[in-house]
């Protein structure tokens, strides 16, 4: 017997990963970064094929991690981890910096930057894990690193099908985040796609969730 639900007593932190595709900035959400040795000093990371990032890492075989801290917001995490950097700049609007690789790296909200060249790389069917040689590390302005427990049960965070952790009937309990303040609605509608709270009686027909881009259909209700 496989119980998938066993693996949901792993423990991971949040990372934004970014690197260069054609030229253009490109980075996503993962929770799949690790060390794997000191000496030398090598990380490691599976991600989608599908995600545009990965075509980028393949591309320049460098990549970029930033440790997100606990008080990273979820349009943050949301933005990088349920859209594609083929359709949009998801470095906009964010603090960013420029590594020596010429990799733009988010530089708020994060506990550390990591810079990374691919030495390895195993295919593993739907994801390619990736093992890198660190080229360099810096503390960041914060201390407290999200951890994915952090992201489910505080932020009210969900698992998109991409990433490797995923397991369908993911479904967040209500937060402590999500149900603080907002006196005036009596009801909160999270978002069952990406965990995004919106606070009103009602939701408009055309409402669309200013995350992930889902539908009012995608909403459920949430209890004050
Ligand atoms: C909390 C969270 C964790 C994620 N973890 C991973 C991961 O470890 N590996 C992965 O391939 N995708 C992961 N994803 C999904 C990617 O971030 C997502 O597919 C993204 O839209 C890819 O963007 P891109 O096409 O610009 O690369 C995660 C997303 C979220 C929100």
């Known amino acids: 017997m496989i119980d998938p639900t066993a ?5 991971y932190g949040l990372y934004l990963v970014s690197s260069k595709k054609d030229g253009r900035n490109v980075g996503c959400t993962v929770n799949t970064f690790a060390q794997v040795t000191s000496d030398p000093l090598q990380v490691s990371i599976a991600i989608n094929k599908d995600n545009f990032t990965t075509q980028g890492i393949q591309e320049t075989g460098q990549f970029e991690v930033v ?15 349920f859209h ?12 960013t910096q420029v590594a020596e690789s010429g990799i733009e790296y988010v530089n708020e909200y994060i506990c550390a930057h990591v810079s990374v060249k691919v ?16 080229t360099a590390a810096e503390k960041g302005p914060e201390t407290a690193p999200m951890t994915y ?16 952790s995923y397991i369908a009937e993911d479904a967040a309990p209500a937060t402590q985040e999500a149900t603080q303040g907002k006196p005036a609605a009596k009801y909160a ?12 009686d009602e939701l408009p027909d055309d409402f669309v969730c200013p995350i992930c ?12």
């Open 7 to 11: 693996l949901f007593s792993l423990s």
């Open 67 to 81: 440790v997100l801290s606990e008080n990273a917001p979820m349009d943050l995490i949301g933005g990088f981890g």
């Open 84 to 95: 594609s950097s083929k359709t949009v700049d998801k470095f906009e609007g964010w603090s």
């Open 119 to 134: 030495v390895n790389s195993l295919d593993l069917g739907s994801h390619i894990f990736f093992v890198g040689e660190v």
């Open 149 to 164: 427990a952090y992201y489910h049960q505080v932020k009210g965070g969900k698992t998109p099908p991409k990433a490797s």
């Open 189 to 200: 509608w999270r978002c069952t796609v990406c965990g995004h709270i919106e606070y009103a």
């Open 213 to 224: 881009g889902v539908g009012k259909d995608k909403f459920e209700r949430v209890e004050l």
